[in-house]
T-cell receptor
Framework: AQSVTQPDIHITVSEGASLELRCNYS??????LFWYVQSPGQGLQLLLK??????LVQGIKGFEAEFKRSQSSFNLRKPSVHWSDAAEYFC?????????FGKGTLLTVNP | DVKVTQSSRYLVKRTGEKVFLECVQD?????MFWYRQDPGLGLRLIYF???????EKGDIPEGYSVSREKKERFSLILESASTNQTSMYLC????????????????FGNGTRLTVT
């Protein structure tokens, strides 16, 4: 069965600092991997996705993620965080019709 | 832009009531999904449907049922609401081509926050 682990429940960074959110997955074949963001009171918005090919993928809002098969990881990064990035971030692994989500990482941004 | 609309933003119901959560999408998507979201648990799939009148159980279907009579509409039904069903419910849709050909595998609604007292 597929599963996703986000080890960090809550992360606090200062505005302008770099960010890395961790994601580890368990999946039997080549995974489809995603990062979603949820701002307060909103639905989920796709940040980026990995299907195949280049292991470094670029997304919206200046985010990127790197797929590392050997580590079963798909960590999300941003070089300089903005206050508007404060939100909850979900990693997900997909197959067929179904996405399995991690439990999320809440990001707080200090001024 | 794909629009997934959930009929209620907030809902308060009593224990034992029958509750209907409605979801409509406007992009002719084949697949529709119901998730519940709880703090510390992330999103968990309740049911999904890949065609009209078709449904499949997700990871936590107990206490729920669904209805898909029309392609654009997917209803989640709580036959007898209980307090442990207090949660945020998210509807989503995707095209049959899914991951590869669509810009986003899932398009989400803004959620319905259900409180059962």
């Amino acid at each position: 069965a597929q599963s996703v682990t986000q080890p960090d429940i809550h992360i606090t960074v200062s505005e302008g600092a770099s960010l890395e959110l961790r994601c580890n997955y368990s999946y039997g074949a080549t995974p489809y991997l995603f990062w979603y963001v949820q701002s307060p009171g909103q639905g989920l918005q796709l940040l980026l996705k990995y299907f195949s090919g280049d292991t470094l993928v670029q997304g919206i809002k200046g985010f990127e993620a790197e797929f590392k098969r050997s580590q079963s990881s798909f960590n999300l990064r941003k070089p300089s965080v903005h206050w508007s990035d404060a939100a909850e971030y979900f990693c997900a692994v997909g197959s067929n019709y179904k996405l399995t989500f991690g439990k999320g990482t809440l990001l707080t941004v200090n001024p | 832009d794909v629009k997934v609309t959930q009929s209620s933003r907030y809902l308060v119901k009593r224990t034992g009531e029958k509750v209907f959560l409605e979801c409509v999408q406007d992009m002719d998507h084949e697949n529709m999904f119901w998730y519940r979201q709880d703090p510390g648990l992330g999103l968990r799939l309740i049911y999904f449907s890949y065609d009209v009148k078709m449904k499949e159980k997700g990871d936590i279907p107990e206490g729920y049922s669904v209805s898909r009579e029309k392609k654009e509409r997917f209803s989640l039904i709580l036959e007898s609401a209980s307090t442990n069903q207090t949660s945020m419910y998210l509807c989503a849709s995707s095209s049959r081509a899914g991951w590869v050909f669509d810009n986003s595998p899932l398009h989400f609604g803004n959620g319905t926050r259900l409180t059962v007292t």
